[in-house]
T-cell receptor, first 114, second 112 residues
């Protein structure tokens, strides 16, 4: 398996623009997580899904953030409108409830909002 | 609420030295504990996962231990190399899936 795949790897946008980050989890994994990492706050869990259903979105900072998982192989994290304080690295991770629960991360999407 | 602490935040050692990274957690009812490595600008790479029924796991020069009663896990790196320089994070998983709690990491520098 190719691992967790995220796109784009880098995104530079202007304040007020819509940003969409994409994630393909490892095939067969039934849990998908979106994290945000900054120097100031470290790694923060934004939202996670089980079998494509959002389970906990309490980490989503504001209504400007939304996430969807239309099927088992694809998820999006959308920010609309974006603000400079949203600049961070956004990671997607997946795991399987059938086994050890080991968590696997993608390479991340580095977002810069000017 | 689970809290995970990693001390020290940064560590610098000469090449060849054996070293130990520490991870403490407050809720001992964990399902497993996972150690990651993160290189600058990269994602988190899984190093070792210790299930709650285990006491240690080994992979090459790495050995991770788990003591649930004391709320501690350690990552032992033998014969450190400059290529080991990275940030090491531990994560406590309280179920076999779902939410995990991460420490802030220890940034390791191995000097040639």
């Amino acid at each position: 398996d190719a691992g967790v795949i995220q796109s784009p790897r880098h995104e530079v946008t202007e304040m007020g623009q819509e940003v969409t980050l994409r994630c393909k989890p490892i095939s067969g994994h039934d849990y998908l997580f979106w994290y945000r990492q900054t120097m100031m706050r470290g790694l923060e869990l934004l939202i996670y899904f089980n079998n494509n259903v959002p389970i906990d979105d309490s980490g989503m900072p504001e209504d400007r953030f939304s996430a969807k998982m239309p099927n088992a192989s694809f998820s999006t994290l959308k920010i609309q409108p974006s603000e400079p304080r949203d600049s961070a690295v956004y990671f997607c991770a997946s795991s399987s409830s059938q086994g050890t629960g080991e968590l696997f991360f993608g390479e991340g999407s580095r977002l810069t909002v000017l | 609420k689970q809290e995970v602490t990693q001390i020290p935040a940064a560590l610098s050692v000469p090449e060849g030295e054996n070293l130990v990274l520490n991870c403490s957690f407050t809720d001992s009812a964990i399902y497993n504990l996972q150690w990651f490595r993160q290189d600058p600008g990269k994602g988190l790479t899984s190093l070792l996962l210790i299930q709650s029924s285990q006491r240690e796991q080994t992979s090459g020069r790495l050995n991770a231990s788990l003591d649930k009663s004391s709320g501690r896990s350690t990552l032992y790196i033998a014969a450190s190399q400059p290529g080991d320089s990275a940030t090491y994070l531990c994560a406590a998983h309280n179920t076999n899936a779902g939410k995990s709690t991460f420490g802030d990491g220890t940034t390791l520098t191995v000097k040639p």
